[in-house]
């Protein structure tokens, strides 16, 4: 089972940045999409970005532009970072890796799906206005 560590989490004010980092180990780059998840409700965690295993990055519209997915398979670390924040980006985000090969998107991810990724234990980050 792959194993996910985030860091790199606090608070800012709005239109700040933050980079968000995450060790991934005990998998095979080649086989996995990797993913950043946000958690604002109870029971669902949004997908916010996500890079496949050739690096193909995809993003969720409320964070195009703004947010970037980076992987760096030396040293087993995804990276996202977060600029021009905004107190709507408020969440206790999460890495998480998916076991597939190509094409892999950001998504809405209920508590019943959960099952389906490895997840790391989340880093909070609070944007103030």
């Known amino acids: 089972q792959v194993q996910l560590l985030e860091s790199g989490g606090g608070s800012v004010q709005a239109g700040g940045s933050l980079r968000l980092s995450c060790v991934v180990s005990r998998y095979n780059p080649s086989d996995y999409c990797l993913h950043w998840f946000r958690r604002r409700s109870e029971n669902e965690r949004e997908g916010v970005a996500t890079?496949?295993?050739?690096?193909?990055?995809t993003y969720a519209d409320s964070v195009k532009g703004r947010f970037t997915i980076s992987q760096d398979n030396a040293d087993n670390t995804l990276t996202l970072q977060m600029n021009s924040l905004k107190p709507e980006d408020t969440a206790m985000y999460y890495c998480?890796?998916?076991?597939?090969?190509?094409?892999?998107?950001?998504?809405?991810?209920?508590?019943?799906?959960?099952?389906?990724?490895?997840w790391g234990r989340g880093t909070q980050v609070t944007v103030s206005s």
């Open positions: 890079i496949n295993n050739v690096g193909r990055t």
């Open positions: 998480a890796a998916y076991r597939r090969r190509g094409w892999c998107t950001p998504a809405r991810v209920p508590r019943r799906a959960y099952g389906d990724y490895d």
